[in-house]
C-alpha cells in the first residue's frame, strides 16, 4: 500500500484512539449492541428458528459498520476543528490518497470489531457453519464496513458541518439499510429462495455499490470546501 | 518566481480579491501588508493551491496554481495564519507525519526533525503533547513543519503571530537566514517595523484591492516616505500612489 496512505491512517488511528470523546461512545455503542443482541441470538439459535438467526447475524454486523462510521465521521471534522487540516491539503498528496487514508483508519477499526464478532459467534455459538453463513460473516461483513466508511467520509469531506452533533452517523446505517431493501426487493423479484445464491446476490449487490461510492466520493473530494470548512 | 495577474476571488457572491496583480522575485523577502479582512489569506491560500482563483492567473516558480497543484506543492512549505497542530500528537509526531506526507524516509527524517527542533530550541520537548504548548511554541513547531522538506517557497501567514516581541524578533533573523540560503519567502505581518527590516518587497492590500506593489525602496522614494509604516498609513487613509 502507498506510504501517504499509510502514515494518513496511523496518524488517524492514533489520534481517534487518544480521544477518550471518541473513545467512551465507541465502547458503549459496542457493548449495548453486543449485549442487547446476544441473549437473542443464544434463543434464536436454541429454538432453531433459522429466519431469525440470520436476521439477528445481520444486525450483529451493523455493529462494526456503526464502529467504522464513528471513527470515519470525525476523520475531517477533527481537521477543521484542529486547524490542521491545511497542513494536511497543501502537502504533495493527492484526493485520493486523502480520502484512502482517512478511510484506512475506519476500515481497520471497522474489520477489527468485525474479526472478534465472527470469533465470538462462532466459538460461543452452536451455529451450523454452512456456506450461506459463512458468506455473511466473511464476505458481506467486511464489505459493509467498506461501504459504510466511504459513504461516511465522502459524505464528511463534502459537508463537514454534517459531522457536528453526529447527524452524519445516520448516513452510513441509512445507506447499509437502503443496500438491503434493494437486495431483497431485487430477490423477490426474481424469486431466488436458495440461501447462498441470496447472500452472493447480496454480496454481489454490496460490492457493486461500494465501488460505485468509491468512485463517487475520490471524484467528489474538494480541497476547497474543507479549506472553506464548517 | 511568484506572478499573479488579475486576481479575483468570490466566495458566495462576496468579491474577496478584486484584480490583484503583483510578483515576487526568486530569493526575495516579500511582505504582504494590509488590515484584517483585506484579502491576504486568501491570496496565500490560492497561491499554496487550496483555493482555485475565480479569474485571473497565479504562477509559483513557473506552474500555474489551478493546473499543476501536485507540482506547487512539492515545492512549498506553508506556515497557515494558525498553526494548528495535532493536539494529542506530541512535537515529534506531529513533524513525522508532515515528513511522511512529504515521502521523507524514516532515516532522514529523524535527522530533519532533530536539526529543526534544535534550531528552533524544542529538542527537549520533543515529547510533549502539543496541547500542552504555549502559542509562541505552537508557532515554532508550525515553522519547523513548513521547513520539514527544505521547500524552496515559503509562504507564512503571520509567522509572528501571539509571539512575544524576544520570539518575533528570532523568527525574522530565521527569515533572514533562510533568505540567505537563497529561500523566496512570501509573508503577510500586522509588524511593519519588523517588516521593513527583513523585507526586498511587498504589496499593500486593502478590501480585496492592491494599493501598491514593487520594492520597498522604489514606493519610499516614489511617496517620499521614511518608513514602510509611513507608507502603510498614507495609502489606508486615501494617498495616492500612482
Known amino acids: 500500500m502507498n506510504s501517504v496512505v499509510m502514515e494518513i491512517g496511523k496518524k488517524e488511528l492514533k489520534t481517534t484512539f487518544k480521544n477518550k470523546a471518541i473513545i467512551v461512545p465507541l465502547l458503549l455503542a459496542v457493548g449495548i449492541s453486543i449485549f442487547s443482541l446476544v441473549p437473542q441470538l443464544s434463543k434464536a439459535v436454541a429454538e432453531g428458528e ?21 471513527v470515519g465521521m470525525n476523520a475531517f471534522l477533527n481537521e477543521i476543528k484542529w486547524r490542521t487540516i491545511k497542513s494536511l491539503l497543501v502537502a504533495p498528496v493527492s484526493e485520493k490518497e486523502i480520502f484512502m487514508g482517512k478511510s ?63 447527524a452524519a452517523g445516520f448516513i452510513p446505517v441509512g445507506g447499509v439499510l437502503a443496500v438491503f431493501f434493494l437486495g431483497f426487493f431485487l430477490l423477490s423479484l426474481l424469486k431466488i429462495d436458495d440461501p447462498t445464491l441470496t447472500n452472493i446476490i447480496i454480496a454481489l449487490i454490496v460490492a457493486g455499490i461500494t465501488f460505485v461510492t468509491y468512485i463517487i466520493a475520490t471524484k467528489w473530494f474538494n480541497r476547497e470546501r474543507l479549506v472553506v470548512g464548517l | 518566481m511568484i506572478e499573479v495577474k488579475n486576481l479575483t476571488k468570490e466566495f458566495n457572491g462576496v468579491i474577496a480579491l478584486k484584480g490583484v496583480s503583483f510578483r515576487v522575485n526568486e530569493g526575495e523577502v516579500f511582505a504582504y501588508l494590509g488590515p484584517n479582512g483585506a484579502g491576504k489569506t486568501t491570496t496565500v491560500n490560492i497561491l499554496a493551491t487550496l483555493l482555485t482563483p475565480t479569474t485571473g492567473k497565479a504562477m509559483v516558480a513557473g506552474y500555474e496554481v489551478s493546473k499543476d497543484g501536485m507540482e506547487i506543492r512539492r515545492l512549498i512549505g506553508y506556515l497557515p495564519e494558525d498553526s494548528g497542530l495535532y493536539p494529542n500528537l506530541t512535537i515529534c509526531e506531529n513533524l513525522d507525519f508532515i515528513a511522511g506526507l512529504y515521502r521523507i524516509n524514516k532515516d532522514e527524517r529523524g535527522n530533519k526533525i532533530r536539526k529543526l527542533l534544535e534550531f528552533f530550541d524544542l529538542w527537549e520537548k520533543k515529547n510533549v503533547l502539543a496541547s500542552t504548548l504555549s502559542k509562541g511554541m505552537k508557532q515554532k513547531v508550525g515553522i519547523a513543519r513548513a521547513m520539514i522538506h527544505d521547500p524552496e517557497i515559503l509562504f507564512l501567514d503571520e ?19 533562510l533568505k540567505k540560503e537563497g529561500k523566496t519567502i512570501f509573508m503577510t505581518t500586522h509588524l511593519l517595523a519588523r517588516a521593513e527590516q527583513v523585507c526586498d518587497s511587498i504589496a499593500l492590500i486593502n478590501k480585496g484591492q492592491i494599493l501598491c506593489a514593487g520594492k520597498l525602496s522604489d514606493i519610499k522614494n516614489k511617496l517620499k516616505s521614511k518608513s514602510l509604516e509611513d507608507v502603510y498609513f498614507r495609502l489606508m487613509e486615501g494617498g495616492n500612489y500612482e
Open chain 1, 50 to 70: 433459522i429466519a431469525s438467526v440470520y436476521l439477528l447475524l445481520f444486525m450483529l454486523l451493523l455493529i462494526p459498520t456503526v464502529m467504522a462510521s464513528m
Open chain 1, 104 to 166: 484506512l483508519a475506519s476500515i481497520t477499526t471497522g474489520l477489527i470489531v468485525e474479526i472478534c464478532l465472527v470469533v465470538l459467534i462462532l466459538v460461543f455459538f452452536p451455529i451450523v457453519v454452512d456456506i450461506p453463513i459463512l458468506i455473511i460473516l466473511l464476505v458481506i461483513g467486511p464489505l459493509l464496513v467498506l461501504f459504510a466508511t466511504f459513504l461516511i467520509i465522502a459524505a464528511t469531506s463534502r459537508f463537514p458541518s454534517s459531522a457536528e452533533g453526529g
Open chain 2, 159 to 177: 509567522p509572528t503571530s501571539g509571539l512575544d516581541p524576544g520570539m518575533a524578533r528570532e523568527v525574522l533573523k530565521m527569515i533572514l537566514q
